[in-house]
Nanobody, 125 residues
């Protein structure tokens, strides 16, 4: 059974930082796409950041460029999201995603095959 497990969410103040982690089990993702999406109440799931493949240049959503950094540890089949200068608009459930099927655009949620259960990030002003 493939599992992606996120951790590191929490409640912070505006301007603070958080680091999210996602570890996989049940299959290797070291050669495949891994990324992060988020979903705020009443809104669609939004692309945050992703690696299209194991050695690719990271992709970022426009709203997080310059503040968030995605990284991965292929030996651990893990992906991380360093979030700096958090703002209330960043409040959402953050989901880790893994993609093994060949897809051209990893900014689209439907192009990922596996999902974690999500971790809540709440930013207060």
């Amino acid at each position: 059974q493939v599992r992606l497990v996120e951790s590191g969410g929490g409640q912070v103040q505006a301007g603070d930082s958080l680091r999210l982690s996602c570890e996989s089990s049940g299959r290797r993702f070291s050669s495949y796409a891994m990324g992060w999406f988020r979903q705020a109440p009443g809104k669609e799931r939004e692309f945050v950041a992703a690696f299209a493949w194991s050695g690719g240049t990271p992709l970022y959503g426009d709203s997080v460029k310059g503040r968030f950094t995605i990284s991965r540890d292929n030996a651990k089949d893990a992906v991380y999201l360093q979030m700096n200068d958090l703002q209330p608009v960043d409040t959402a459930v953050y989901y880790c995603a893994g993609g093994i099927s060949p897809r051209s655009d990893r900014r689209i949620a439907d192009n990922f095959d596996y999902w974690g259960q999500g971790t809540q990030v709440t930013v207060s002003s």
